[in-house]
């Protein structure tokens, strides 16, 4: 008996794509670098128009799109993207 064994496209820490044989817990937009959760609105709105599926990336954990430079998104990882954005806001007036 053949089984086919499904694997997944994620993109590691150093922003390259790897195959793995299980799927991402995190999503991403590589356009503006964002990451966020599988069943966030947003990006399923995008989806649903047509838009944002040739930019999807997706990642193992969500240490692996930090360390890949990406930034927390907005609308399902509120809390997070808030601390994000003020401790960049603090480094860009510390320059």
């Given at each position: 008996m053949d089984v086919e064994h499904k694997t997944y496209t994620l993109i590691g820490p150093d922003r390259k794509p790897y195959k793995s044989s299980t799927p991402g817990t995190f999503g991403g937009y590589r356009k503006n670098k964002i990451y966020g959760r599988m069943?966030?609105?947003?990006?399923?709105?995008?989806?649903?128009?047509?838009?944002?599926?040739?930019?999807?990336?997706?990642?193992?954990?969500?240490?692996?799109?930090i360390a890949a430079g990406y930034r927390?998104?907005?609308?399902?990882?509120r809390e997070k993207y808030v601390i994000w954005k003020e401790k960049r806001n603090s480094n860009e007036e510390g320059i």
């Open positions: 069943d966030c609105r947003a990006a399923l709105r995008a989806i649903e128009k047509g838009g944002y599926i040739n930019e999807r990336v997706f990642f193992a954990d969500e240490q692996t799109a927390p998104c907005g609308v399902c990882l």
